[in-house]
């Protein structure tokens, strides 16, 4: 069934511009409507008769300095606010916003409330490790988590790896400082029995050089190092990047045979490891699809958070997330 996203329009880095260049990637595709959050007068003006685009009118936008909470309270009418009442309302299937991540989740849990089962929802992120992206949760919600929250993660992931990604029996690894069984801290060493009871693909305790060597589908770790492990990839890969197109430049420059094959080449290369491919973080566990995008994040980056929302959606995500935790609840309770 088609699925129709709302966007918030107004909160990113660059405004709606970037939100308005994604439109014609959009309209491409087999979503039923996109229902842009944001001021009619700035927005209306610039639709050029597409035909799958609604504006919806907000009044305000949570600005990037201000507190979540305190915000949320103060502007009902934002940007963010309306597009996740537009999910509850059941007027869309999925929201997807590059504006205040803490005023997302935050619109998000308290808008949409938690899947059954879930203690805390958790974001995550499809790290573009070439030919084999995995995921890792979580990036950021939540920086302390008890043992059984790592098992949720788990799941949540699991699903999303299943559904999304399709494979088959996704390797769930937990970040760790060693890959025996008795090393980490307390709480991944809690977590670890926890885990390989659960009902997933439990590989064992992972470090941090493994992330990127195709052995694992999914990773678990608590906010706080999955923040840090994402904010440090993200800085590597751009250093990588610009170093390695200045040698490139040089190379061409002196040899302007090269210049094509170099280009196609790296082309290739760059697109298969761009995070953009993916979009936006999804914010597994509320009861709605909601994925968060960078506050810079380009009309491509938009466009594909949108595309992977809907596929959220029609892979029925958080119907199988609630499938298996109550799997999980069911063997807790009545052990083999």
């Known amino acids: 069934m088609p699925v129709r996203v709302a966007i918030d329009a107004m909160g990113g880095d660059f405004g709606f511009k970037p939100i308005l260049e994604a439109l014609p990637i959009l309209e491409k595709t087999d979503l039923a409507e996109i229902l842009l959050v944001g001021d009619p007068e700035a927005l209306e003006p610039c639709l050029d008769g597409t035909t799958k685009v609604t504006v919806v009118p907000s009044g305000s936008v949570v600005d990037m300095h201000e507190q979540a909470s305190v915000a949320l309270k103060k502007k009902q009418d934002s940007s963010i606010s309306v597009a996740t009442r537009l999910v509850r309302e059941g007027r869309a299937q999925a929201v997807v916003s590059a504006g205040h991540t803490g005023a997302t989740m935050a619109s998000a849990v308290t808008t949409l409330g938690r899947l059954e089962g879930v203690k805390r929802p958790a974001i995550t992120t499809v790290l573009p490790t070439g030919d084999h992206p995995i995921i890792v949760l979580d990036v950021g919600a939540n920086v302390d988590v008890r043992p059984e929250m790592f098992v949720q993660f788990a799941i949540m992931g ?104 170099l280009k196609e080449h790296f082309e290739g290369m760059f697109k298969r490891m761009d995070h953009e491919e993916y979009g936006g973080a999804p914010l597994l566990g509320v009861n709605g699809t909601c994925l968060v995008c960078h506050g810079g994040a380009s009309a491509r980056a938009i466009a594909n958070a949108a595309i992977y929302a809907a596929s959220s959606v029609e892979h029925k995500v958080n119907q199988r997330i609630v499938e298996r935790l109550a799997e999980l609840e069911q063997s807790r309770l009545n052990p083999a």
């Open 158 to 261: 699991s699903v999303y790896a299943e559904e999304v990604l399709e494979r088959k029996q996704p390797r769930v690894g937990l970040l760790s400082i060693g890959t025996e069984e008795s090393k980490g801290n307390e709480q991944t060493r809690a977590a670890f029995p926890l885990l390989k009871n659960a009902p997933i693909n439990f590989v064992g305790n992972m470090e941090g050089r493994q992330v990127f060597g195709g052995e694992f589908d999914v990773v678990v770790c608590d906010g706080f190092v999955g923040n840090i492990l994402l904010k440090f990839g993200e800085a590597t890969a751009l250093h990588i990047y610009s170093a390695l197109k200045e040698k490139i430049k040089s190379v061409a420059m002196a040899n302007p045979s090269l210049i094509a094959p």
